[in-house]
């Protein structure tokens, strides 16, 4: 391909918009252009990308035996009440209507259309295991679309769904894409882990989550460095109750503070550790407001908090409701003497000693307070965010916390979706059973921002062979002058044999500009023939990531360039 023939459309500066490497670099050197928020058109270099990553999606789905469907995008509300998920998952869904009134939802995922089709065309056991999957757009209204494709409101996604008879069955397909999603992210040029994730709303028993580790990334992973246990903080235990001190016995007392409301503000106006602090958040969890505990100076888990709360999602109270249930405005709420409202209490609250918490009046806390003897019969459970430092769960050394870009999603499901849309099988007995499912997703458009993410420089990205837009640059200088574009014909025909992708920069642009081009798109060999090649026959072969160069006759490129990136 020539690139006077494509559409390569560089950018001299970085984007406004742009706050990550990947993002920039995607705009940038071309690959996609912004339409609205969230929404993104993948130029002719993108889309070369998007490509091969679904390529390499897609043999490993079929060398792991799953089988390729096409799903529609566009799904009837009727299937999403029998699973119950038109009202659970309405926040992130975006709909449609039809002239004659049908309600649509434009697929977030796809268990309900899956199942639906399985429970009409699978009856006997004989017929699973069966995996499907598809390759497709996924659409989901997030509250802050950001990062370019990263986190976007339409993008790809490989979603695929298994049915075993039974759970020996269903463990063998999880594992079985569990691999297949290692060898998809090596072959992608990626380093991601596996590590323990919450399985949330979804409903399951056992997930994990690949996640590519980067400064930039939106998870927190807990990692340990002594046994080797990851899980996002999300979902990784923390059993902490520390006990900070010895008690001095004393009486509650109340402790005029006006306008202190935060655990920084009062640590100071009291000069006590976070550590001292009974932080009581108020939240609202199906419409019912509870009171949950932690100390100071740790963050409520959000995902274990709706366990807790049988599922229900819950947010933050507003200063309304706070001043209704608490009696004070937000800033002043504390356990002692709570009434009428449940209250969830952290492990970490459960031994503060002489603690300092809300006093449930304007401008007014209470020191002094231990909570076994203050409010007594509180339950203790884990409601805490891991954070570094937390004993491991697995082995008790203290966690590190890192952070990662999920790039794909493994599930065991159970039968959820197989009851609520009747995938129902008939087993060797003649009984009826549920088939047993796991759910799997890639997200393909985000796995190509997160290889670049991961292989970027200060010139640009630094494309794995595996997924660049083309792996060879061969790059004419001067292409006017007579013998130049020869020389350059005589090596793409070369290397012709060879298979490689090969662009051809037949510019008649500048030495400059043909360089900072090559390196921000980041091909990952150069090939460049100018005048130097008419005086000497060498061609300058340049690898993009070791920045070696050689320079050599053309009969010994296509071998230089297998060698360079192999
Ligand atoms: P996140 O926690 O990042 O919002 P998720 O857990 O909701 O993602 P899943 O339902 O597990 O996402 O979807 C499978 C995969 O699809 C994710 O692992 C991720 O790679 C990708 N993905 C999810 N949401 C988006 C998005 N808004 N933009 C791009 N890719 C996404
Ligand atoms: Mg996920």
């Known amino acids: 391909m020539k690139w006077t023939e494509t559409l390569i459309a560089t950018l001299r500066e970085d984007p406004q918009e742009a706050e990550i490497p990947s993002h920039r670099l995607m705009l940038r050197a ?37 089988l390729e469907i096409l799903m529609p995008i566009l799904q009837p509300r009727e299937l999403w009440e029998k699973s119950g998920r038109w ?8 709909k449609a209507r039809t002239h004659g009134g049908r309600e649509l939802v434009l697929g977030p995922t796809h268990e309900e259309v899956v199942t639906g089709l399985v429970a009409g065309e699978i009856s006997s056991y004989r017929r699973l295991p069966v995996n499907l999957y598809q390759i497709n757009t996924k659409f989901r209204d997030e509250i802050r679309p950001r990062f370019g494709v990263m986190r976007s ?17 269903a463990d063998r397909s999880y594992r079985l894409m569990y691999e297949a999603y290692q060898r998809i992210f090596r072959r992608c040029g990626l380093e991601a882990m596996a590590v323990e994730a919450d399985t949330g709303m979804m409903g399951g028993r056992e997930s994990h989550e690949f996640m590519v580790p980067a400064e930039t990334g939106e998870d927190e992973i807990a990692v340990c460095p002594g046994c080797g246990y990851s899980a996002n903080v999300e979902q990784a235990a923390v059993r902490e109750g520390q006990f900070n001190g010895a008690r001095t016995g004393e009486a509650v007392r109340e402790v005029p503070t006006p306008g202190l409301r935060t655990v920084e503000e009062l640590a100071e106006f009291f ?52 001043l209704r249930v608490t009696g004070a405005p937000l800033g002043f709420s504390g356990p002692v003497g709570l009434e009428g409202i449940g209250i969830l209490a952290d492990y970490s609250v459960a031994e503060i000693a002489d603690g300092i918490t809300g006093g449930n009046r304007e401008d007014l806390h209470l020191v002094n307070v231990n909570i076994d003897r203050d409010c007594p019969g509180l339950e203790f459970v884990d409601l805490a965010l891991a954070a570094a430092g937390d004993p491991c769960p697995s082995c008790g050394k203290p966690i590190a916390v890192r952070r990662g870009i999920e790039v794909g999603h493994v599930f065991k499901l159970g039968t959820k979706y197989s009851r609520a849309l009747g ?24 796995t190509v921002a997160a290889v670049i993410e991961q292989h970027n420089d200060d010139r640009g990205i630094v494309w794995p062979a595996a997924v660049a837009p083309y792996q060879v640059l061969v790059l004419a200088l001067a292409p006017d002058q007579p ?52 005086r000497t026959g060498l061609a300058e072969v340049k690898h993009r990531a070791s920045e070696e160069v050689h320079t050599v006759p053309p009969e010994e490129v296509p071998a230089l360039v297998d060698r360079l990136l192999a």
Request: aromatic content about 6%; glycine content about 12%.
């Open 153 to 169: 409101r339409e993008f790809i996604m490989k979603d695929g769904y298994s049915f075993d008879l039974d759970e020996a069955g």
């Open 30 to 66: 071309g690959l996609m252009r912004k339409l609205a928020s969230g929404l993104y058109t993948w130029l002719p270099l993108g889309l070369r990308v998007l490509r091969k990553v679904e390529n390499i999606v897609r043999e490993e789905m079929d060398r792991a035996g799953a």
């Open 423 to 446: 995938a129902v099988v008939k087993d060797e007995a003649g009984g009826e059973r549920p088939a047993i499912m796991g759910c799997y997703g890639i997200g393909v458009s985000r």
């Open 271 to 322: 000069s006590a550790s976070p550590r001292r602090f009974i932080k009581t958040l108020i939240y609202l969890a199906g419409g019912k407001p509870v009171a949950v505990l932690v100390r100071g100076d740790r963050e409520i888990n959000e995902s274990k908090l709706a366990k807790k709360l049988g599922g229900a999602q819950p947010v933050l109270a507003d200063g309304e409701t706070i």
């Open 483 to 534: 013998g130049v574009p020869e020389a350059a014909e005589e090596i793409i025909s070369a290397l012709a044999p060879t298979g490689r992708d090969i662009l051809y920069d037949d510019r008649p642009a500048s030495a400059g500009v043909k360089f900072n081009d090559a390196d921000l798109i980041g091909f990952p060999v150069r090939i460049t023939v100018g005048k130097r090649f008419l």
């Open 87 to 94: 009202e659970s998952m309405d926040a992130i869904m975006l």
